[in-house]
């Protein structure tokens, strides 16, 4: 084999999986048809669940020193402020990270082709994906560069290679949906306004909408939003032409003093047919796209990566049965296709262009959603949602309860609780997920002592966690609503895979051997 997996696409989504199998030793490639990174970007919202995961790629403070914290979301109706949403307030007890750090693509791309040279790899450029061919035990992938092709073997390949992927185009997959009518504008702009500064901006109007994001330096701001339809079939439109119906919405004070930047773009609402045929796999934009609301795409293209990476490396390293594999499908799509029904529905509400919509939109729904953004609870659900910190896998097979615990308490599937525990009895309280290791699974036992990790079926897959008896330990198991006794046994990517009261080794030994369907390496 050439390599184990070949990585066709050198977006976020691409980077994000080259890094995560560099980090566990599997050998890979990553190609891409263009000449260098992208310089221009239109993603730029990174949620806190995609932060969790760059800390521990050991990317996170990078990201922070580019970005632009974003502490929380202002809704503007017909220039009128309706509501405000403190996403510090509302994910404080969720994450490290309750805010969305407003950091372009570009950026992304930047940090996470950086982290590639610690594991030896480099981005292929200028290399295409003309040609594969499936066998029982191998993809022949044939490469065109400079016009010369050549062919290679890989074990598997992973198309994060956009919207029009070849990987999928090749495979026969199809990829139902269909554009939106409206065409997007994205400016990056030096403004002056009613925009409360440090915070997202949303702006409702009768025929649209438009949104600000905070970015680094003084008074910049990303500006999106929808051409108004007297420009959306004109190919000279700039800039200036828009302002008009900014001002008329946003306001008389709204004053733009520069524009580095300006362009325009439609967006599609697609889902490929299937994630996965035979060898290769879809991720991210190459398996589906959707509309810009809630700053949602490029997080959830990074979190496909996330969940597949260390199946595979488990697959290529001999520790686990490529059934295995299926379960990123599994897993994946219905996240997909769920985030795709949502934001279309939200979209197409908030762009309808009838004079009904209109109202619903600027008084109905306005005043709806500010009434909600008061209450607590509400903020802190509208916290999990958009920050990804609350997608679960509850339906998955490799989500198991051995003994049912309480409703209120974290289930088989979900993304574990972020908690500060003594690990040690005389010890500080530490940030826990500070010391789980992501390359292994993690078992953390409450109330009960721990086994020899000999005796869990995972050899050296696995760090055990024993939590001590200690107030400040009840207190924070009592706030995450954990029963003791209780254990959780946590996939690599943090989700429960196995959890209950009582722990007792030979059920972790069943759960391996039954979701790995090979004993691990050193078990």
């Given at each position: 084999m050439d390599a184990d997996v070949l990585i066709v696409g050198a977006g976020p989504t691409g980077l994000m999986l080259a890094n995560q199998l560099g980090?566990?030793?599997?050998?890979?490639?990553?190609?891409?048809?263009?000449?260098?990174?992208?310089?221009?970007?239109?993603?730029?919202?990174?949620?806190?669940r995609t932060l969790e995961i760059y800390?521990?790629?050991?990317?996170?403070?990078?990201?922070?020193?580019?970005?632009?914290?974003?502490n929380g979301a202002n809704l503007w109706a017909e220039g009128r402020h309706m509501a405000h949403v403190p996403l510090g307030a509302a994910g404080r007890d969720i994450t490290p990270y309750p805010y969305i750090l407003i950091l372009g693509q570009d950026d992304n791309e930047k940090i996470m082709g950086e982290r590639l040279r610690d594991w030896n790899l480099a981005v292929e450029w200028n290399t295409e994906l003309v040609g594969l061919a499936q066998a029982s035990d191998r993809v022949t992938a044939t490469l065109k560069r400079d016009g010369t092709t050549r062919?290679?073997?890989?074990?598997?390949?992973?198309?994060?290679?956009?919207?029009?992927?070849?990987?999928?185009?090749l495979n026969g997959i199809t990829f139902p949906g269909a554009p939106y009518e409206h065409v997007f504008f994205v400016a990056d702009t030096e403004a002056t306004g009613s925009m409360v500064a440090d915070e997202v901006n949303v702006y409702l109007w009768r025929s649209g909408f438009h949104l600000f994001f905070p970015m680094r330096g003084k008074d910049h701001w990303r500006l999106v939003g929808i051409l108004p339809p007297g420009?959306?079939?004109?190919?000279?439109?700039?800039?200036?032409?828009?302002?008009?119906?900014l001002r008329s919405e946003a306001g008389a004070g709204l004053a733009f003093k520069a524009c580095s930047w300006f362009s325009t773009y439609r967006i599609h609402h697609r889902s490929a047919a299937r994630f996965r045929e035979r060898r290769c796999f879809l991720l991210g934009d190459a398996a589906h796209i959707h509309s810009p609301v809630g700053a949602q795409g490029?997080?959830?293209?990074?979190?496909?990566?996330?969940?597949?990476?260390?199946?595979?490396?488990?697959?290529?390293?001999?520790?686990?049965?490529?059934?295995?594999?299926?379960?990123?499908?599994?897993?994946?799509?219905?996240?997909?296709?769920?985030?795709?029904?949502?934001?279309?529905?939200?979209?197409?509400?908030?762009v309808a262009d009838n004079w009904l919509a209109g109202l619903l939109r600027t008084q109905v729904l306005a005043r709806i959603m500010a009434f909600a953004m008061r209450r607590e609870r509400i903020q802190r659900f509208a916290f999990r949602v958009i920050s990804q910190t609350?997608?679960?896998?509850?339906?998955?097979?490799?989500?198991?309860?051995?003994?049912?615990?309480?409703?209120?308490?974290?289930?088989?599937?979900?993304?574990?609780?972020?908690?500060?525990?003594?690990?040690?009895?005389?010890?500080?309280?530490?940030?826990?997920?500070?010391k789980?290791?992501?390359?292994?699974?993690?078992?953390?036992?409450?109330?009960?002592?721990?086994?020899?990790?000999?005796?869990?079926?995972?050899?050296?897959?696995?760090?055990?966690?024993?939590?001590?008896?200690?107030s400040i330990n009840d207190s924070e198991l009592a706030r995450a609503r954990i029963p003791g006794p209780s254990y959780f046994l946590l996939r690599p990517d943090g989700h429960i895979g196995l959890c209950g009261a009582d722990l007792e080794p030979g059920a972790i030994k069943r759960y391996i051997s039954t979701n790995l369907g090979c004993a691990p390496a050193g078990a």
């Open positions: 980090r566990r030793g599997v050998r890979a490639r990553i190609i891409d048809r263009h000449a260098g990174p992208a310089l221009q970007t239109r993603a730029l919202g990174v949620q806190a800390a521990h790629l050991g990317v996170a403070a990078r990201a922070l020193e580019l970005g632009k914290q974003g062919e290679i073997a890989v074990a598997w390949v992973a198309g994060c290679d956009g919207a029009r992927s070849p990987v999928r185009e420009l959306r079939h004109r190919d000279d439109t700039g800039f200036d032409d828009v302002i008009p119906s490029m997080n959830t293209g990074l979190q496909d990566a996330y969940n597949l990476a260390w199946k595979l490396a488990l697959v290529v390293q001999g520790r686990a049965d490529a059934a295995l594999l299926d379960t990123y499908e599994d897993e994946r799509m219905p996240v997909a296709r769920r985030l795709l029904n949502t934001t279309d529905r939200g979209f197409r509400l908030v609350g997608i679960h896998y509850r339906d998955s097979r490799l989500s198991l309860s051995a003994a049912r615990l309480p409703d209120c308490a974290p289930q088989a599937g979900d993304r574990f609780p972020w908690l500060h525990l003594k690990l040690q009895a005389n010890g500080a309280a530490e940030d826990l997920f500070g789980l290791d992501d390359t292994k699974f993690n078992l953390i036992a409450i109330g009960q002592p721990a086994p020899p990790a000999d005796a869990c079926g995972l050899g050296d897959m696995l760090r055990i966690h024993a939590i001590p008896d200690d």
